[in-house]
């Protein structure tokens, strides 16, 4: 449940408790002045009834001498010289008021008991109106606060949204000149006090992504040039040992300038994947040839479950995603390497120690090693990876294969391939 259901629940859970407190001391007050009116309403009968039999020595007004029902507590009241009122219950309620009389003789007045009374039902039509009325006013109030309190948390959710969307979209590399609407409002509450606070964050964050981004650029470009002639002086020189190692660091200090290139690339969000329809299984075939032939990766098999599939996906880009994964499967881990290619997706496993932990659940980081035992790099072949996967609109995940390995799965989007000759 989000933030708005649970505002609104608790708010009307708080204004249900209230109208319930309510009703019951609505109800419990309007009981005792119903008691207190049928009380003293009897007493009135009986002070007119005991004058008239004082005057005329008649019972009027319902009076009844030593009424052999009369309430026990009320009848010892009368004879200890006391007058007063009682509410009886059982199957028959009703109100009394009693006081004692002269007998007759002139003696105490104590002598004999008069009293009237009176039905004192329990389903008064007055107090059942009553009770209707609290019920539908409180219904009807916990709805309306229901639906008030819905509508302020949809206004507080969707301020907090603006920030975790602002969040997300730094994350997602959102340069500095964006503006986020609605973060930096002029409220002074604590949910535009954290707006401010998110959009200034996001923004500092997102000068300095640009910032590293044109620096990466800047440094990638400076150094294409020196080390383009470095490679090619490294080409001119004889052949001894120990040119082949300055000509191989040579390469090496080229693919790396190359790399961080398409990294900077990758990160100003510049990059655009060509579509077309290709036969996948053949696809990933081909692929795992020319990395054997180029980059050395070598024991590959490649195994295709199910129907071939016709995806529309950009050739380079996925040649680029899965040669870094043989690659790094090559350098880091353990043969056999394992090419599995099961519908619109393909798995990469080898069998050495696997990923660590923190890669497999925050993804690879570029100039950080994944771990001691998986041998040395600067980071940036699965970093490419994932940026061209990003591209293709794909999903990269990196997981442990069961018996131990390292597994990568590339799942390309589903999309529907146009080929000729299709309606």
Not at 10 to 32: E, N, P, R
Not at 122 to 136: K, N, Q, S, W, Y
Not at 359 to 371: D, S
């Amino acid at each position: 449940m989000g933030i708005r259901g649970r505002i609104a629940l608790a708010i009307s859970g708080m204004t249900a408790l209230a109208v319930v407190v309510l009703g019951f001391a609505v109800h419990h007050i309007a009981d005792a002045g119903r008691e207190r009116a049928a009380r003293a309403y009897q007493d009135v009968r009986l002070s007119s009834a005991v004058q008239i039999y004082e005057r005329d020595g008649t019972l009027a007004m319902g009076a009844q001498l030593d009424d052999a029902a009369l309430p026990k507590p009320l009848r010892e009241a009368v004879f200890a010289g006391r007058s007063g009122t009682y509410l009886s219950g059982g199957e028959d309620p009703r109100v009394w008021a009693a006081t004692g009389v002269d007998d007759g003789t002139g003696g105490a007045r104590w002598g004999r008991s008069l009293s009237v009374s009176a039905a004192y039902p329990e389903d008064d039509p007055a107090r059942v109106a009553l009770d209707r009325a609290l019920l539908i006013a409180g219904a009807g109030t916990v709805v309306l606060m229901a639906v008030v309190s819905w509508f302020v948390a949809q206004r507080l959710s969707r301020r907090l949204r603006l920030s975790a969307a602002a969040a997300r979209r730094i994350a997602a590399g959102a340069g500095p000149e964006l503006e986020w609407d609605g973060l930096a409002s002029a409220g002074r509450d604590e949910v535009a006090e954290l707006g401010r606070s998110v959009h200034h964050m996001a923004t500092s964050l997102a000068a300095q992504a640009q910032a590293e981004r044109e620096f990466t650029a800047d440094v990638a470009h400076e150094l294409r040039t020196p080390v383009a002639g470095l490679v090619a002086a490294a080409e001119l020189l004889p052949q001894p040992r120990a040119v082949e190692l300055v000509r191989d660091r040579a390469q090496a200090m080229r693919r790396l300038v190359e790399d961080l290139l398409e990294v900077s690339r990758l990160d100003a969000g510049v990059e655009r994947a060509d579509l077309d329809a290709c036969d996948l299984p053949s696809l990933v075939r081909g692929i795992v040839r020319r990395a054997a032939g180029q980059r050395g990766v070598d024991e590959v098999t490649v195994t295709v479950e199910g129907e071939p599939r016709i995806v529309e996906t950009d050739r380079r880009r996925v040649e680029r995603v899965l040669v870094n994964l043989l690659a790094n499967a090559e350098r880091h881990g353990k043969p056999p390497i394992e090419v599995v290619v099961a519908g619109n997706r393909i798995v990469v496993r080898d069998h050495g120690p696997g990923y660590p932990a923190d890669l497999r659940a925050e993804g690879p980081r570029r100039f950080r090693t994944a771990a001691p035992e998986r041998g040395t790099g600067h980071g940036l072949g699965l970093t490419i990876a994932v940026g061209q996967a990003g591209v293709l609109g794909a999903r990269l995940d990196f997981g442990q294969a069961e018996g131990g390995g390292a597994r990568a799965v590339l799942e390309l989007p589903d999309r529907v391939a146009v080929t000729e000759g299709a309606e």
